[in-house]
């Protein structure tokens, strides 16, 4: 067995710096919390649109999307890797595997940042300390936290996934906001109001944030128009 110890750090010849200065903006962590069907997937998705039009190098992590492979659950890694492993690496919505998945996510995210990249990440998060363990993680300045603030009702209201309707009849347990608690920001960097505004709206929002702490500048004047078929499809986070 290898010991911890024995595991080194190596550094890169390419440095943040260099791959900063090639991406011609600083890499950082837009992360968006709040509850299922706050917007947050959606919003992420715009701004993703946005910084790429504007010819920023970005990239989202969608809760649902890295539950399908980094953090696939038991049922999904039994078909794969066996019922031994399946139990002992996947993922289900307990506590501690929540806990779990938002490590592996800020992992991941700040592997982006070190790249030069802006990482969104799309997640509910519910758990403040889990939340803070990744800011933690990250350099001052790096962590931005999205507080998606959309009323229960609005988000039970719009139920993309039916997944509040099945809480509500006692098919799913443990669901955030039922009966499991959401930890809302205390000091957010930023408070998005998504029930009375559009997704690019609230996207304008972020980006006017990365420009007044200098980690990005859109070049909106040399916008590349993509066409519509090719736009990403948006989903209620």
């Not at 190596?10 to 509850?35: A, P």
């Not at 959606?42 to 969608?62: C, E, M, P």
């Not at 919505?93 to 938002?102: K, Y």
């Not at 889990?130 to 999205?146: H, P």
Request: charged letters at 25%; a negative charge.
């Amino acid at each position: 067995m290898v010991n911890d110890t024995n595991v080194k750090w190596h550094e890169h010849q390419v440095s943040r710096d260099k791959r900063e200065s090639l991406n011609g903006h600083k890499g950082c962590v837009i992360w968006f919390t709040g509850l299922s069907g706050s917007g947050k997937s959606t919003i992420a998705n715009a701004l993703d649109h946005k910084l790429y039009q504007y010819g920023i190098h970005s990239s989202v992590l969608d809760g649902d999307n890295v539950r399908h492979t980094l953090n696939a659950g038991p049922g999904m890694l039994q078909e794969t890797h066996g019922e031994e492993f399946s139990k002992r690496f996947g993922l289900g919505f307990s506590a501690i595997d929540r806990e779990e998945n938002i490590r592996r996510i800020g992992a991941v995210a700040q592997l982006f940042a070190e790249a030069g990249i802006i990482a969104l990440t799309a997640f509910i998060s519910p758990y403040r300390i889990d939340r803070d363990r990744v800011r933690n993680s990250l350099q001052q300045g790096e962590f931005i936290e999205v507080f998606v603030d959309t009323p229960m009702a609005v988000c039970e209201e719009r139920d993309p996934k039916g997944l509040y309707k099945k809480a509500r009849a006692g098919l799913i347990r443990g669901f955030t906001g039922i009966d499991d608690p959401y930890e809302a920001p205390l000091e957010p960097e930023l408070t998005l109001s998504a029930a009375n505004k559009t997704p690019d709206q609230l996207a304008d929002e972020v980006i006017a944030y990365l420009e007044q702490k200098g980690i990005c500048r859109p070049n909106r004047a040399g916008v590349t128009v993509i066409p519509a078929e090719a736009q990403p499809r948006s989903a209620n986070g």
